[in-house]
C-alpha cells in the first residue's frame, strides 16, 4: 500500500519561492509512475499543477508552468515542487499524487494515491 | 486547452435519494473520465476511471457513465457516508482545468 508525505513550509512570503517536497513509502519512485502535484486554494476546487517522471521528463499546468519547477531525489525516494514568485493566490492545500505512466495498454490515467495534504499559506 | 463544466455546483438530497451530477467536457475525450470523492480535511478519492469503471473497495452504488463530451456520476441510494464533495477529472490530456469545478452533495 502506497503511502506519500508532503513537507515544507506552512508560510511563505510574497514574492518568494514555496518549496515543497514529497516522501513516497511502498513504491519505488523509479517505477512506471508519474508523480504529480495538485493543490487546492481553502474551500474551492481542486488544480493540476504539473507530473514529473523519474527520468526528469514532466508535464506542466499552462498556466503555471512559468513558475513551476519539479524534480526527483532517487536516493531518498521522494519528488519535489518548487513554486516561484508566490502571492496570496498561491494560498492552498498542496497535495502530491500518482498516476501509472503506462500499464501495457494504455498512457491515460487517473491519479490513484495522494498524500494527505498541507497547507502553504502565502502572507508577510 | 480542455475545460471541463460541472453541475450542479451544490446538490440536496436525503438518504435513500437516487443522486445524478454531470460533467462536461469542451471538446473530446473519449473515456478518459474519472470521478472523486472528498470529505472535508481529506484527500480526493478515486472513486470511478475510465468513465464507468469502478475502483476496487468502493461501493457498487456508484456508477459512471459516458463517452465523448458528456458523462454522470450516479450514486443509486444516498448514504450518510456519502454526504461529500464530487469532482471530475479529465486525463485525456494536459490542461489549465482538468478537474471539474466540485458538486457538494448536502442534507
Known amino acids: 500500500q502506497v503511502q506519500m508525505q508532503e513537507s515544507g513550509p506552512g508560510l511563505v512570503k510574497p514574492s518568494g519561492t514555496l518549496s515543497l517536497t514529497c516522501t513516497v513509502y511502498g513504491d519505488s519512485i523509479t517505477s512506471s509512475k508519474w508523480w504529480s502535484w495538485i493543490r487546492q486554494p481553502p474551500g474551492k476546487g481542486l488544480e493540476w499543477i504539473g507530473d514529473?517522471?523519474?527520468?526528469?521528463?514532466?508535464n506542466n499546468n499552462p498556466s503555471l508552468k512559468r513558475r513551476v519547477t519539479m524534480s526527483v531525489d532517487k536516493s531518498k525516494n521522494e519528488f519535489s515542487l518548487k513554486l516561484t514568485s508566490v502571492t496570496a493566490a498561491d494560498t492552498a492545500i498542496y497535495f502530491c499524487a500518482r498516476r501509472i505512466f503506462y500499464d501495457g495498454t494504455t498512457y491515460y490515467h487517473p491519479f490513484d494515491s495522494w498524500g494527505q495534504g498541507t497547507l502553504v499559506t502565502v502572507s508577510s | 486547452d480542455i475545460q471541463m463544466t460541472q453541475s450542479p455546483s451544490t446538490l440536496s438530497a436525503s438518504v435513500g435519494d437516487r443522486v445524478t451530477i454531470t460533467c462536461r467536457a469542451s471538446q473530446t475525450i473519449n473515456n478518459w473520465l474519472a470521478w472523486y470523492q472528498q470529505k472535508p480535511g481529506r484527500a480526493p478519492n478515486l472513486l470511478i476511471y475510465?468513465?464507468?469503471t469502478l475502483e476496487s473497495g468502493v461501493p457498487s452504488r456508484f456508477s459512471g457513465s459516458g463517452f465523448g463530451t458528456e458523462f454522470t456520476l450516479t450514486i443509486s441510494s444516498l448514504q450518510p457516508d456519502d454526504f461529500a464533495t464530487y469532482y471530475c477529472?479529465?486525463?485525456?490530456?494536459?490542461?489549465?482545468?482538468?478537474f471539474g469545478g466540485g458538486t457538494r452533495v448536502e442534507i
Open positions: 514529473i517522471y523519474h527520468s526528469g521528463g514532466t
Open positions: 475510465k468513465a464507468s
Open positions: 477529472l479529465q486525463y485525456e490530456s494536459d490542461s489549465s482545468e482538468a
